[in-house]
């Protein structure tokens, strides 16, 4: 014989408040950011190629990443913020090629911090950002052959 479960009404109105209460403390599903900035900013990085002056195209990189950090800002914890740095980081590259400064450079190193963090589901955007983040660090060191050897088979084996 299975035992019978009967509640009183005041303990399922206990049990339907506790519910609502975990409903109203339970962590929210990140935000994505919305496909359509990110082709927003994928045609922005493909037009600067078609862009005439230096200037133009120096502002239109800086745009790039001004938005991709408005987008990330306001979706921190969103899947699709690695995609977004990675176009972030593809302008900053052309940014740097104009305009070769250490705010640059800084910046650059910035982006690749944060798109090494992403998870191996985005293995294929992290990797550039990966290498040009170890070849600094290998180049502060003075490291030798040896060392960069070891240290790309460490960033592979990730």
Known sequence: MRPSLHFCRSCWRCLLAIAACLCLFAAPAPADIPAKEVTALQEDLTAINTQGSAAKKRRSCKSIVRKGNSLIEASPT?????????????????????????????????????????????????????????????????????????????????
């Open 78 to 158: 969103a899947p699709s913020r690695f995609e977004v740095l990675s176009l972030m980081l593809q302008s900053q590259k052309l940014l740097l090629g104009m305009d070769n400064s250490e705010r640059n450079r800084e910046s650059l190193f910035e982006i690749c911090a944060q798109l090494a963090k992403a998870p191996d589901s985005h293995a294929d955007l992290r990797l550039e950002a990966d290498l040009l983040f170890s070849n600094r660090t290998l180049d502060a060191k003075g490291a030798g052959k040896a060392e960069r050897v070891a240290a790309l088979t460490a960033l592979i084996a990730r």
